[in-house]
């Protein structure tokens, strides 16, 4: 079902989707985050069709998200686990939790929070923060070319920054 | 080509995906923050196909991340921008991008900087946080059953805590 890869282009985002962009993978990774484990309990807290969920997790443990940590003589009995490389994407199912918590409500109101262990207080909402330490709304960011950027990418970066001046901020 | 709809499920993380899960969902939205508006510069910037493009800003259009700002005679003439409700969505670009740049990078550097915009400097690694404003580590933090938690939930997040107090923590 894969269309285009996202993994030659250059922006991190397109790259970083192209591991976990997909519907279920960011799920996968939420369960293995609360715990989850085999392959049987994937399936059932998730309501993935097995022979999808073989193909994420085998994907997921390509891209070094996921690790196997156990196998038995049955492969549907493998244990996966986050590698650390999977762990440091907690920031971006924190703020996803949060957008959706937000912008989508239920009726019957959150299903979850996400606390601090130790206290069970609720986490802050996540933001961007300057180097300095404040937080900066949406309209004080901006991006520019990076070391990497070729000529194509640093005319296009300049484009924007020149249409932008042109206009009122999104936000 | 969707399968499933992830609306109706309970995480936010899930009903966030089914708006904006889908491969080519958020780097349309990362082109909108960058400042791009039109169908053909949407097009031309990502390489996608206009059928999809199509199909995708309807969607976005729909779940309330993008508005169209201005008509004309031509309907691919539209202009898009973020909603209040997609520019929310900065948090979760900038974490996938650092996470992208830290985990998948390219031989010749980052494409892309994000910066704050008064002063050029790298905006800081976006952390998740304590209510007291201290960062949290990813063993740190928890899912916990929150109000609108049906009894179902109540019992999973209650078996994987007990599950996870036997095991080493995955961070």
Redesign the interface.
């Known amino acids: 079902?894969r269309?285009?890869s996202?993994?030659d282009m250059?922006?991190?985002?397109?790259?970083?989707?192209d591991?976990i962009?997909?519907?279920w993978s960011?799920?996968i990774i939420?369960e293995?985050?609360?715990?989850?484990r085999r392959f049987g309990e994937f399936e059932a807290?998730l309501?993935i069709a097995p022979n999808?969920l073989t193909q994420r997790l085998a994907r997921l443990v390509e891209g070094?998200i996921l690790e196997v940590v156990s196998e038995s003589q049955n492969g549907r009995a493998l244990e996966y686990?986050?590698s650390?490389?999977g762990?440091?994407?907690?920031?971006?199912?924190?703020?996803?939790?949060?957008?959706?918590?937000?912008?989508?409500p239920?009726p019957?109101?959150?299903?979850?929070?996400?606390?601090?262990?130790?206290?069970?207080?609720?986490?802050?909402p996540?933001?961007?923060?300057?180097?300095?330490?404040h937080t900066?709304r949406?309209?004080?960011?901006?991006?520019?070319?990076?070391?990497?950027?070729?000529p194509k990418?640093r005319e296009?970066?300049a484009k924007?920054?020149a249409?932008?001046a042109q206009?009122t901020p999104?936000?």
């Open positions: 079902m269309r285009t996202f993994s250059s922006c991190p985002i397109a790259r970083s989707l591991l962009g997909e519907w960011l799920l939420r293995a985050f609360w715990g989850t807290h309501g999808v070094g686990r986050l650390p490389k762990v440091e994407l907690s920031p971006v199912l924190v703020a996803l939790a949060q957008w959706g918590d937000r912008n989508l239920r019957e109101g959150p299903a979850t929070r996400i606390v601090e262990r130790a206290t069970g207080q609720d986490v802050a996540i933001t961007v923060m300057s180097a300095s330490g900066l949406p309209k004080e960011i901006a991006v520019v070319a990076g070391p990497g950027a070729d990418e296009q970066f924007a920054r249409k932008r206009r999104a936000a």
